[in-house]
């Protein structure tokens, strides 16, 4: 039993100094990268037949059809955007992007996304699904990707996001810069 016992303090000890040094991991690199472009254009109770987004709830009081003064706090928009592979909103879409977005802070410009892109074209088939916090004011700002389907079946990854562009409060385009760490 005396033999055990420096034995096993050995063991402990190395194991303690084995956690107390650094992780020196090499850094990840994408197996896969991405860039597209969505185009939203909100509901203001004249464009039916343009827009792509609308107010599906507001703080009392507050029009559905007008985003709530104070941050746009408490609104709810639904979307079904156009995806392009350019800048340009009459260029060739590749898809869809669908989902929602809260503004959920009182004193600044934050929402929170989720979405799916929805790619039907000669070059992409499938979904690739996003969600997290968009502080919109930063000038990039990281969501994840959470899961695809079809060519991106059980991709993962990480999603930079750009304000591309925007025109008030009734267009916006975002770029997305799609880095997947996993891929399958």
Same mark, same amino acid.
Not at 53 to 70: D, F, H, N, R, Y
Not at 73 to 101: C, E, M, W
Not at 120 to 138: E, L, R
């Given at each position: ?43 203001? $109770? ?8 609308? %107010? +599906? &709830?507001?703080?009392?009081?507050? @029009?559905? !059809? ?59 088939? $499938? ?8 502080? %919109? +004011? &930063?000038?990039?700002?990281?969501? @994840?990707? !959470? ?38």
């Amino acid at each position: 039993m005396g033999s055990k016992l420096p034995l096993l303090f050995v063991f402990v000890m190395l194991f303690a100094l084995s956690s107390a040094i650094p992780n020196k991991r090499k850094p990840y690199k994408p197996c896969k990268n991405l860039v597209f472009y969505f185009h939203d254009i909100l509901y203001n $109770g004249k464009n039916a037949a343009n827009a792509t987004s609308a %107010i +599906v &709830a507001a703080p009392e009081g507050v @029009s559905l !059809t007008k985003l709530a003064p104070q941050s746009h706090f408490g609104n709810i928009i639904v979307f079904d955007d156009p995806i392009t592979l350019s800048h340009s909103l009459s260029s060739k879409q590749v898809g869809r992007a669908q989902g929602f977005y809260i503004y959920d802070t009182k004193n600044t410009y934050t929402s929170w996304l989720s979405f799916t892109f929805v790619l039907n074209s000669t070059h992409h088939q $499938g979904t690739i699904t996003f969600a997290g916090a968009d502080p %919109i +004011v &930063a000038k990039t700002r990281d969501i @994840s990707v !959470t899961g695809g389907t079809g060519d991106f079946f059980m991709h993962r990854g990480i999603a930079t996001i750009t304000t591309d562009a925007f025109e008030g409060e009734a267009y916006f385009r975002l770029g997305v810069y799609i880095k997947f760490f996993e891929c399958w």
